[in-house]
């Protein structure tokens, strides 16, 4: 699986549009880019999944550029209840195969 | 439809004694997968059922620790005996065969808080 490098933290205000990018330089032809959300005191939760282009859900947007070396989540117009541990994952997620979770990106967001 | 459970939510323990966590996955979720955290760590993958079988335990730290999955349903990590580097959050997870959804997403559970003192 293709190691994933995030920044570790990032503040934001409400309302705010927040980006987090996160680096996947050897990620394979068959890999898929996945975005889970950790609140405290629960398990990871699916947001978005892509394998290239632009990918919109009721949640967030998920941007792949062409050569696939990263992928940035985009928020729109966070809450206070959008502060939780993001993590980009990489790899052939079909059923089946297990996750592969690095350090993700502790999002704060305030008032 | 109701989610993955897991039981306890917390469990403190001693250093030697056993502990046994339970998963009840989504119901016709043929995969399950138990995940931990420890202190400071990463999520780590520890093994994967389908239905009764083992597909992949190669997560699994040691023999101290049990899985089991008994008529495909849910499943059960005992640890047998505890030591003090065990301490963290244990997360199970289940799907279905074959994904069938666009997002090929995994459901976790809120995990079980093991402290062993």
């Known amino acids: 699986l293709a190691k994933t490098t995030q920044p570790i933290s990032m503040d934001s205000y409400e309302g705010q549009e927040v980006n987090i990018t996160c680096s996947h330089n050897?990620?394979?032809?068959?890999?898929?880019i996945t975005w889970y959300q950790q609140f405290p005191s629960q398990g990871p939760r699916f947001i978005i999944q892509?394998?290239?282009t632009k990918v919109t859900n009721e949640v967030a947007s998920l941007f792949i550029p062409a050569d696939r070396k990263s992928s940035t989540l985009s928020l729109p117009r966070v809450s206070l209840s959008d502060t939780a541990v993001y993590y980009c994952?990489?790899?052939?997620?079909?059923?089946?195969?297990?996750?592969?979770f690095g350090g993700g990106t502790r999002l704060m967001v305030k008032p | 439809e109701a989610g993955v459970t897991q039981f306890p939510s917390h469990s403190v323990i001693e250093k030697g004694q056993t502990v046994t966590l339970r998963c009840d996955p989504i119901?016709?979720?043929?995969?399950l997968y138990w995940y931990r955290r420890v202190m400071g760590k990463e999520i780590k993958f520890l093994l994967h059922?389908?239905?009764?079988?083992?597909?992949?335990e190669s997560g699994m730290p040691n023999n101290r620790f049990l899985a089991e999955r008994t008529g495909g349903t849910y499943s059960t990590l005992k640890v047998q005996p505890a030591e003090l580097e065990d301490s963290g959050v244990y997360f199970c997870?289940?799907?279905?065969?074959?994904?069938?959804?666009?997002?090929?997403?995994?459901?976790f559970g809120s995990g079980t808080r093991l402290t062993v003192v």
């Open positions: 997870a289940s799907s279905q065969e074959g994904g069938g959804r666009a997002d090929y997403g995994y459901t």
């Open positions: 050897n990620i394979a032809t068959n890999d898929y």
């Open positions: 892509g394998y290239k």
């Open positions: 994952l990489v790899g052939d997620l079909g059923a089946g195969n297990m996750l592969t």
């Open positions: 119901s016709g979720h043929d995969n």
């Open positions: 059922f389908v239905k009764e079988s083992k597909q992949d």
